[in-house]
């Protein structure tokens, strides 16, 4: 069975920092590409970040450049999303998400997603 388990949200205040982990099982993880995503109340699910094979490249929202960090361990079929200097406009359902093919910012492309883990920001 194939899954995503994401962990790690939770309360922060403005300007602090949380780190995400998404578990994955059932699935060659080094054979995925691997995503975040983020959804609030009413809107589409956006891209946030995302990630190569082996982690050869990365690529980010322009929202969140410079304070978050996308990284994968593949020993440990693991993706992080490591979130500096939060905002309350961060505040969200996080998502993590498998792709076979490239490293896209579309959600339709992601074949395998994870249930979601809520970030609150604080003001």
């Known amino acids: 069975q194939v899954q995503l388990v994401e962990s790690g949200g939770g309360l922060v205040q403005t300007g602090g920092s949380l780190r995400l982990s998404c578990a994955a099982s059932g699935l060659t993880f080094s054979s995925y590409v691997m995503g975040w995503f983020r959804q609030t109340p009413g809107k589409e699910r956006q891209f946030v970040a995302g990630i190569t094979y082996s982690g050869g490249r990365t690529r980010y929202a322009d929202s969140v450049k410079g304070r978050f960090t996308i990284s994968r361990d593949d020993a440990k079929n693991t993706v992080y999303l490591q979130m500096n200097s939060l905002k309350s406009e961060d505040t969200a359902v996080y998502y993590c998400?498998?792709?076979?093919?490239?490293?896209?910012?579309?959600?339709?492309?992601?074949?395998?997603w994870g249930q979601g883990t809520q970030v609150t920001v604080s003001s």
């Open positions: 998400a498998a792709d076979r093919t490239y490293l896209s910012a579309s959600l339709n492309d992601y074949d395998v």
